[in-house]
């Protein structure tokens, strides 16, 4: 009987295999450090997108209630459909956000939630912003390195299983003492002394390493300071840049934690947002690296708030140093330079200090052409 049983073991095994091997290409095992085991095509083409030219991408945005998700998704809905784009947090939105478009609970730090979510709304594309930003990093750095880096690993290997396009954004925050600082080239010693530079630095060799050795279409940009009229600041180094405006129209005046001096590159978020969206439908043939600076302008304390001055002649700016803040942007490049993002996608930024101090203004209800004709 035994020899019965392992003869139609044998038949068996014989006539799946033959016709597995009719039905789908050999496969290579992808296995990697990660919660599933997946198999990746022997002939994959590392640069193939997850979706068929004719077809609109399904996009989630992990982290989407932070200072880029609303308005990336806004931008995005505009262009892909409203339906086709999914924000996602583990904080309840506003009213006006979950009447937007679509809103889900999405965990990170639970793999099979986020695995669900992928499959269930048959996502294509996932730009992942989940993250703790530098001042709130160094304030809990166990939460930090859950959510930077443990989270991250989540998300590289549910990208990578399910084909995904995964856009991960960095900072110049993964720059470090070092580092050149003016300019700071894309390709040069990274020390950040923050664990929010240490995990974003991280991100960026990670995803360059499932892009080489498991062809995951990674894509990331290294984000200025990010300045938006309709958030509020996050917990990061360059937030002053955003809390100024806030400031010079509710009452006149701005106390900034960071010396008047202190450069650094800055961007507007329209800016941001656009481009974001190019290097993610930039073809893959055009990208000659994985990672890119990108760069709009580079200003002090001191020079953005002699720009507002020009429409708010009251103004007044006084400085109480934050030691931790300023140590942080101490570390931090001076200015970005972004010449290969500019030469292999046509990167070209819209807003410098001028337009950008008029738009803050003008969006928080202060009127810049009647102070600029008095």
């Known amino acids: 009987m035994p020899v019965v049983i392992r003869t139609l073991r044998q038949t068996v095994c014989q006539v799946l295999q033959s016709t597995a091997c009719r039905c789908r290409k050999a496969a290579l095992p992808g296995l990697f450090p990660g919660p599933s085991p997946w198999q990746l095509p022997a002939d994959a083409n590392f640069h193939s997108a997850s979706f068929s030219e004719t077809d609109q991408p399904r996009v989630l945005i992990t982290g989407g209630l932070g200072q880029l998700?609303?308005?990336?998704?806004n931008f995005l809905r505009k262009r892909f459909g409203k339906d086709n784009v999914i924000l996602s947090d583990i904080r309840k939105p506003s009213d006006h956000i979950f009447r937007s478009g679509p809103f889900i609970y999405s965990d990170i730090l639970d793999y099979k939630n986020l695995r669900e979510t992928v499959v269930n709304h048959r996502i294509t594309w996932l730009l992942h912003y989940s993250a703790l930003l530098s001042a709130v990093g160094e304030a809990n750095v166990s939460l930090a390195r859950a959510v930077n880096i443990t989270g991250l690993h989540n998300i590289l290997d549910?990208?990578?299983?399910?084909?995904?396009?995964?856009?991960?954004?960095?900072?110049?925050?993964?720059?470090?003492?070092?580092?050149?600082?003016?300019?700071?080239?894309?390709?040069?010693?990274?020390?950040?002394?923050?664990?929010?530079?240490?995990?974003?630095?991280?991100?960026?060799?990670?995803?360059?390493?499932y892009h080489y050795r498991y062809g995951l279409d990674f894509r990331c940009l290294r984000y200025p300071g990010i300045i938006s009229a309709d958030s509020q600041p996050g917990g990061g180094t360059t937030d002053y840049a955003v809390q100024i405006f806030h400031d010079a129209v509710k009452n006149g005046k701005f106390e900034c934690n960071l010396k008047a001096n202190t450069r650094l590159p800055m961007m507007y978020i329209d800016d941001c947002i656009r481009a974001t969206l190019e290097v993610m439908e930039a073809p893959a043939e055009s990208l000659s690296m994985r990672t890119y600076n990108v760069n709009a302008m580079s200003f002090s304390p001191e020079e953005l708030a002699q720009e507002v001055l020009k429409h708010v002649p009251e103004f007044q700016i006084t400085y109480n140093v934050d030691s931790v803040r300023q140590a942080i942007a101490d570390s931090w490049p001076m200015?970005?330079?972004?010449?290969?993002?500019?030469?292999?996608?046509?990167?070209?930024?819209?807003?410098?200090?001028?337009?950008?101090?008029?738009?803050?203004?003008?969006?928080?209800?202060f009127d810049t052409r009647v102070a600029q004709a008095n």
């Open 69 to 73: 998700g609303v308005g990336l998704a």
């Open 158 to 209: 549910v990208a990578t299983e399910h084909n995904l396009r995964l856009f991960v954004p960095s900072t110049i925050g993964a720059f470090g003492p070092t580092s050149p600082r003016d300019p700071t080239p894309d390709l040069c010693t990274q020390r950040p002394r923050t664990i929010y530079g240490v995990s974003k630095v991280h991100a960026e060799l990670m995803g360059e390493y």
């Open 335 to 365: 200015n970005f330079d972004d010449s290969n993002a500019r030469k292999d996608w046509r990167w070209k930024h819209d807003f410098d200090l001028p337009e950008l101090v008029t738009t803050m203004l003008n969006f928080h209800g």
